[in-house]
T-cell receptor
Framework: GENVEQHPSTLSVQEGDSAVIKCTYS??????FPWYKQELGKRPQLIID?????GEKKDQRIAVTLNKTAKHFSLHITETQPEDSAVYFC????????FGTGTRLQVTL | DVKVTQSSRYLVKRTGEKVFLECVQD?????MFWYRQDPGLGLRLIYF???????EKGDIPEGYSVSREKKERFSLILESASTNQTSMYLC????????????FGAGSRLTVL
């Protein structure tokens, strides 16, 4: 089955800096790559997603890039703010979503 | 505004007990899922269902079963709870078509003593 690896497991940045989280997947048939954000004590929520026929997608301060050849995709957050502090999960889909192990992002003042 | 409701936020059970975790969604979604969330392991799929009476095993189905008698309700059953099933359980639902965006419930934290 699909295997998704996510790095780093923890990330600390200063407010205003950029943050990058990287994921690799194993199954070249994966065609959908969402990112979910889980704030402390809350449920995961979709923040951005990308399909395999697109290389990059942006939504305000967040962007996702996909390299199908290398089978990796990344989440980029610019101008980080304290409210960006959360756990972020990447996922890849063949039949169903397989999630990465999560990245705890802490934005310090 | 709650769309996916999990009946219990916190449960404490003893080893060997039968445990029912209930999930109800009001969005008329066809697909429903049960995930288990553990630190450092991410979200792992236990079981899912595309329709009433239908169920499919996910990545870690051992020790679990599910029931979907109605479209809006998906239950996770632990026939004989064990300590290694202590975890956060998340229910989710999605439409059958389109982007398959998951809407999650708030989670049920189960402790097995």
């Amino acid at each position: 089955g699909e295997n998704v690896e996510q790095h780093p497991s923890t990330l600390s940045v200063q407010e205003g800096d950029s943050a990058v989280i990287k994921c690799t997947y194993s199954d070249s048939a994966s065609n959908y790559f969402p990112w979910y954000k889980q704030e402390l004590g809350k449920r995961p929520q979709l923040i951005i997603d990308i399909r395999s026929n697109v290389g990059e997608k942006k939504d305000q301060r967040i962007a996702v890039t996909l390299n199908k050849t290398a089978k990796h995709f990344s989440l980029h957050i610019t101008e980080t703010q304290p409210e960006d502090s959360a756990v972020y999960f990447c996922a890849a889909k063949v039949a169903e979503l397989t999630f990465g192990t999560g990245t705890r992002l802490q934005v310090t003042l | 505004d709650v769309k996916v409701t999990q009946s219990s936020r916190y449960l404490v059970k003893r080893t060997g007990e039968k445990v029912f975790l209930e999930c109800v969604q009001d969005m008329d979604h066809e697909n429903m899922f049960w995930y288990r969330q553990d630190p450092g392991l991410g979200l792992r799929l236990i079981y899912f269902s595309y329709d009433v009476k239908m169920k499919e095993k996910g990545d870690i189905p051992e020790g679990y079963s599910v029931s979907r008698e109605k479209k809006e309700r998906f239950s996770l059953i632990l026939e004989s709870a064990s300590t290694n099933q202590t975890s956060m359980y998340l229910c989710a639902s999605s439409l059958a078509s389109g982007a398959n965006v998951l809407t999650f419930g708030a989670g049920s934290r189960l402790t097995v003593l």
